[in-house]
């Protein structure tokens, strides 16, 4: 049985498609043993009646360094799902390879310090992007730098906005984040 910790800090919806895929079996042998949030969001929710514990440890300098006190000594792999705060250079460092994260767009265009949720649908529209997508990718110090491990792109429509983007990108993440968790963990695809 495969250890998965999960970050948030948001809606938790791509926490949410791994608890169900879980439960539905699309991710074999593999459980949440925690939920860690950087602040009060409803992600942490998410967790409700499926006996998955939370924790809050409130965004800060000292975060990297408190994580990696509680974090769980079997951990497999660590899924930073809708995850704003940076972790650092050490943490990053002691988990090479185990921790992953979903990004809204087609790295490496859109990435970096402040590139996250709707500024990234507006960036790709601003830049008149043909195409966008998503990519799950290793996380490394240099924010999202880590090599590639999925990533599945459509083409920018004309009459796109930053909803219709979010919409089907988030349709892409429920695809390809699964899909990532066994590629990493070497389960079935
Ligand atoms: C997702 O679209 C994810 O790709 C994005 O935040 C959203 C979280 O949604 N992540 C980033 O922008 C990270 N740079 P969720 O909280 O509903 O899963």
Known sequence: ????V???????????????????????NAKISLVVADRACFGLERTDNHN??????????????????????????????????????????????KIINI????????????????YVHDAVLKGGEKESGATVHFVTPGIDEGEIILQKSFPVSKDETIETLAEKIHEIECEILPKAINNVLELPL
């Open 6 to 28: 999960v970050l948030v800090s948001g809606g938790g919806t791509n926490l949410q498609r791994i608890i169900d895929c879980i439960d539905n079996g699309e991710i074999p």
């Open 52 to 97: 998955i514990p939370t924790l809050l440890i409130p965004r800060g300098k000292t975060f990297s360094e408190e994580l990696q006190q509680i974090l769980p000594e079997n951990t497999d792999l660590i899924v930073l799902a809708g995850f704003l705060s940076i972790l650092n250079k050490e943490f990053c460092e002691s988990f090479t390879g």
């Open 1 to 4: 049985m495969k250890n998965i």
């Open 103 to 118: 990004h809204p767009a087609l790295l490496p265009k859109f990435g970096g310090k402040g590139m996250w949720g709707n």
